[in-house]
C-alpha cells in the first residue's frame, strides 16, 4: 500500500506557456518514470455515493473532502491501482492499493466484498465506505500527462492537457468511450511536495505570472451532473 501526504497547487496554463515551461523543466528535474515519449496516458475511474456526496463536497468547497477511484495507463494491464485522496486546504493525502483487473471489474458492478480479500488495512476501510455509501462508478476522466520528478521534498511538477470525460460509459477497461471535452485551450498545471517547493522551481514558475486556482479534474468532468441533475 502506497501513502503519501504533501501540498498540491494547481494553476491553469496556456498550451503555448506549457511548452515553454516543459522545456526549462527538463533542465531541472527528471521525467517520470512511466514516460516513454514524453506525454503518457491517465485514466481513472471515479466512484461516488448514492447522494453524490463526494461530488457535492468539491462543488461546495467542503475543507475536509475526498474521493475515490481505480486508476490504470494501459487498457490491457492487469493490475489497478484503487486510491483515496482526502484533502484538508493545500494538503493532499493519497493511498493507493493494487488489485487485480478482476477485483476491479468487481468494484465496476458494485461488489466490495473481493477487497475483504486484500490484507492492507486501506482494503478494509474502502470495503465499508464503499459499501454503506452505496458507492458506483460516475464518471471515467482520460487526460496525457507529463510528469517530471525530483526527490528532495518528494518534489513531482505535472502538466496535463487534452482531459477528456465519459458519464455515460463507464467500462474502465474499454478504449473507445464517448467522449466529452472539458479542457480545450488550457493545460493544467500542478505542484506537489512535501514541506517546501525548492528555489529554482519556484524561480521557473515565477516568470509564468501563475494564478492558483482550485481546478478538478473529477468536478469539471461531470457536465451531466451538473447540467440535468
Known amino acids: 500500500m502506497l501513502s503519501v501526504c504533501r501540498s498540491e497547487l494547481k494553476y491553469w496554463i496556456s498550451w503555448q506557456d506549457s511548452i515553454l515551461l516543459q522545456a526549462e523543466l527538463q533542465k531541472l528535474l ?3 518514470r512511466y514516460a516513454q515519449n514524453g506525454f503518457y496516458r ?12 463526494d461530488y457535492i463536497d468539491k462543488i461546495e468547497g467542503v475543507e475536509y473532502r475526498k474521493k475515490i477511484r481505480m486508476r490504470i495507463y494501459d487498457e490491457e494491464t492487469q493490475r489497478v491501482k484503487l ?10 493525502h493519497k493511498e493507493s492499493l493494487t488489485i487485480s483487473r478482476e477485483d476491479a471489474c468487481r468494484c465496476m458492478e458494485g461488489d466490495y466484498g473481493c477487497l475483504l480479500e486484500y490484507p492492507e488495512e486501506l482494503a478494509l476501510r474502502l470495503y465499508s465506505e464503499m459499501t454503506l455509501g452505496c458507492y458506483r462508478p460516475v464518471v471515467i476522466v482520460e487526460y496525457e500527462r507529463y510528469a517530471f520528478v525530483y526527490d528532495a521534498y518528494s518534489t513531482r511538477v505535472t502538466i496535463d492537457r487534452h482531459v477528456r470525460t465519459s458519464e455515460t460509459e463507464l467500462d474502465l477497461f474499454e478504449r473507445e468511450l464517448p467522449w466529452v471535452q472539458t479542457v480545450e485551450d488550457a493545460v493544467i498545471l500542478e505542484v506537489k511536495f512535501n514541506g517546501i517547493l525548492i528555489e529554482p522551481i519556484k524561480k521557473i514558475l515565477g516568470k509564468y505570472h501563475l494564478t492558483q486556482v482550485a481546478v478538478s479534474k473529477y468536478g469539471s468532468g461531470r457536465p451531466v451532473l451538473e ?3
Open 30 to 32: 527528471v521525467p517520470d
Open 42 to 53: 491517465v485514466k481513472s475511474l471515479y466512484f461516488d455515493s448514492l447522494d453524490q456526496g
Open 83 to 92: 486510491e483515496c485522496k482526502r484533502k484538508s486546504g493545500a494538503l493532499q
Open 227 to 229: 447540467r440535468y441533475l
